[in-house]
């Protein structure tokens, strides 16, 4: 198994950096597209517990686009063969003083494209 293919690691940056103009700008319809549609996938965020895709597209329709401005430091992503991927990265936001975001995602490429299968969001102290 190849990791980091530069070609697949491209594909995976790019989902990746879609995602993150979604998350920032409330784009709902990209963030929706971008997570697997299935009862598997789950997303784990700072007070939420998110099982199967419907829990979490109802979370996002749902939330505030108010404060989503962030800036990334020490994003990694990884690719694992062509159709695998991690992506890490900490955040920081205005509103978040004296602490540090925490985000990480699996990747998988499907027919219709790479969509996250599974993602945590976490807040620590600095």
Do not use: C
């Not at 998110?50 to 990884?78: D, K």
């Amino acid at each position: 198994m190849k990791i980091n293919d530069p070609a697949v690691l491209a594909e995976v940056e790019a989902a990746f950096a879609e995602y993150e103009r979604a998350l920032t700008t409330n784009d709902v319809a990209t963030l929706d597209r971008l997570f697997k549609d299935s009862p598997a996938t789950l997303r784990y965020g700072v007070a939420e517990n998110l099982y199967g895709y419907a829990e979490i597209a109802a979370f996002r329709s749902a939330r505030s686009p108010v404060g989503l401005e962030r800036a990334l430091e020490r994003t990694v992503i990884t690719s694992y063969g062509e159709a695998m991927a991690t992506a890490n990265t900490l955040f920081r936001r205005d509103s978040m003083v004296g602490k540090v975001g925490r985000q990480s995602q699996t990747w998988v490429k499907f027919e219709e494209g790479w969509r996250v299968v599974a993602a945590h969001v976490s807040v620590i102290a600095e």
